[in-house]
């Protein structure tokens, strides 16, 4: 709310206008007026926020970005425990692995570590229904440059709508996890890392 309160000042000074003026155009007191602008009220409303943009001469918009990997629903967590139960009982399962960047807010859903020969962890994206692959594409391959994984598993709810899916617009990611993904279920089962990049169907 401060750099909101910034920018009214400013606006306001930049305009020759007094608090009570704007206040009175907004249709708040001068006092409720004044706590927004020293940046005193951190619940104001979008509805106050656009009428004392509009008194100001100013239009509103509201912008979302993404800082971190959204809530996921009950059929992505049904998922990632069908992916644990397929795991070999030696090999440690964690949930929401945060990135190692200090301040990045990304987090792997799942990470496999504990294979014999190897300090490595084999990271899981789970998907339970992915629209749009090129978006899918992008978001995995920069968990892949920034996550400190090894070897990564793409998991798909194994459904009519994700075969299709992966037979439609899915090359880039066959191409970026090439591993055939049966395969890497077998390896996980008996304790072994996968040898590359895979998408499982599961």
């Known amino acids: 709310m401060g750099v909101a309160g910034r920018e009214f000042l400013q606006a306001r000074m930049n305009a020759g206008l007094s608090q009570a003026v704007v206040a009175a155009a907004a249709g708040l007191s001068r006092s409720q007026y004044g706590r927004v602008e020293r940046g005193e009220v951190p619940d104001v409303s979008i509805q106050v926020l656009a009428r004392i943009a509009a008194a ?34 030696s090999l440690r399962w964690q949930t929401e692995v945060p990135f190692p960047r200090a301040g990045d807010l990304r987090a792997w859903d799942g990470a496999v570590t504990g294979f014999i020969g190897t300090a490595g962890r084999c990271c899981v994206e789970a998907e339970s229904r992915p629209i749009d692959s090129q978006a899918l594409d992008r978001k ?42 049966r395969r890497a279920l077998e390896l996980l089962g008996a304790g072994v890392m996968p040898e590359s990049n895979a998408i499982v169907l599961l």
């Open 140 to 181: 995995v391959a920069l968990k892949m440059r920034d996550g400190n994984a090894q070897i990564v598993i793409l998991l798909l709810a194994d459904t009519r709508h994700n075969r299709a899916f992966l037979r439609g617009g899915g090359s880039a990611l066959r191409n970026r996890l090439p591993f055939d993904g």
């Open 56 to 89: 100001l001469g100013f239009d509103t918009s509201l912008r979302f970005y993404p800082v971190a990997d959204p809530v996921h629903d009950a059929a992505h967590r049904a998922l990632l425990e069908r992916f644990r139960t397929r795991l070999h009982r």
